[in-house]
């Protein structure tokens, strides 16, 4: 299928593969170990415009569609798939903006963006994952500010961002339509960050609990009016899902590079692996899942940019088809170096561990089955 691609999309594509060969694959395995945020090389992916692609040009961003930042996406999470998700939650921490702020609030945020800092998105809490309705969190008016307190928990870029993208309640008895969102600055007082997580995966990203205990924020700093925050949010996550399904297949597409050289060098039985059939046939699953998921995250960032209907199940599905297959695609590259994918001393271990979360963030894969199948059984109604 011809996608007719542009020549800026693919030179944005072959910058960014480009920025990734030379700038975050030889430092990842060290920030992995480590876990470190690679600043120097987020500073450097600022000042090329991939940090936020949502920001729209008139604010000094790439202003690029869903299926460019797909392709950009791809690209970093090959690279390293912590750095690429925290350029991720710099997204979506400004989609709630681009959907219903104010001019005053979209230059704010593209002052933060275009100057080289990070967004958040605070929005799961520990009895909020899935479930996003149950959310504790409180935002109050009083008088001409909003006093926030709760807690939020794995949050992406909380301990680093410069402005946190907050979901709340404004109306307890309004059920869903009782959300709203809020842009807090750092050093907003009552605005705190918890530990760090020390996680399995995806280490080179900076991830800790948002903590608000009568955290004072101005009326000016809610997004769109009183009670559109669960449409706003929902709106969010479903570009997001578009998202981690390209970051997942970055993922995949790292281990199978590496995984394709690797049984062209090793030789068994006076042939290199790759001559064996059974390593073929590895070879070939790999290659079968990795382009259909490919190709589902393409058709679905297509139906965003194109305002089609069926974008919530499309998003949901390319986000489990995706991740389900970077797990499945990981392992199976790890096994064709044998005891050498289980050591430190080769990447394969790193890719492993970092392809586990793509089956659980933005929303678990069995969550998104659920999606799929309540759009499935509308179409299909008797």
């Known amino acids: ?3 007719n691609f542009t020549e800026d999309q693919l030179g944005l594509k072959e910058m960014t593969r480009d920025f990734a060969n030379k700038v975050l694959i030889p430092q990842a395995a060290e920030a992995d170990r480590k876990g470190e945020f690679m600043a120097d090389a987020f500073a450097e992916a600022a000042k090329m415009g991939i940090t936020c692609l949502d920001l729209p040009e008139e604010w000094g961003g790439a202003g690029v569609d869903l299926l460019t930042t797909a392709l950009v996406r791809e690209e970093l999470s090959r690279g390293d798939a912590g750095f690429s998700s925290a350029v991720g939650a710099c997204g979506l921490g400004f989609k709630p903006i681009n959907f219903a702020g104010t001019e005053a609030q979209k230059k704010a945020y593209a002052d933060v963006v275009t100057g080289g800092g990070l967004l958040a998105l605070g929005l799961t809490e520990p009895e909020a994952g899935s479930d996003v309705a149950n959310n504790k969190t409180t935002a109050v008016k009083k008088g001409d500010k909003y006093i926030l307190n709760g807690r939020k928990c794995f949050i992406t870029n909380a301990p680093i961002a410069d ?18 969102m809020f842009m807090v600055p750092k050093g907003t007082p009552g605005l705190s960050t918890g530990k760090h997580e020390d996680k399995m995966g995806i280490r080179t990203s ?26 706003i949010v929902m709106q969010t996550l479903d570009k997001g899902r578009v998202c981690c399904g390209a970051s997942a297949l970055g993922i995949a597409q790292a281990a199978f590079e590496n995984a394709m050289r690797y049984s062209q060098e ?8 790759c001559k064996h059939q059974i390593m073929q046939a590895k070879l070939a699953d790999m290659g079968i899942r990795l382009e259909a998921a490919r190709q589902l995250v393409w058709r679905a960032s297509m139906a965003f940019d194109a305002n089609a209907k069926d974008t919530s199940k ?12 970077a797990v499945y695609v990981t392992c199976e590259a790890l096994q064709v170096f044998g005891g050498y994918g289980y ?7 790193k890719l492993y561990r970092d392809a586990k979360i793509t089956q659980i963030f933005e929303g678990t894969n069995e969550i998104q089955r659920t ?12």
């Open 266 to 273: 090793r030789i068994q039985k006076g042939k290199p692996i």
């Open 314 to 325: 499309l998003a949901s599905m390319c986000k489990c088809f995706a991740g389900d297959m």
């Open 1 to 3: 299928m011809d996608y």
């Open 206 to 231: 900076m991830t800790s609990d948002v903590i608000m205990e009568d955290c004072e924020i101005p009326v000016e700093n809610i997004i769109g009016q009183e009670g559109d925050g669960f449409k």
């Open 371 to 382: 999606i799929i199948a309540g759009n499935l059984i509308k179409e299909y109604q008797i």
């Open 343 to 349: 050591s430190r001393e080769y990447p394969m271990e």
């Open 163 to 180: 402005i946190i993208t907050v979901f709340a309640i404004t109306d307890k008895s309004a059920g869903a339509k009782g959300f709203s």
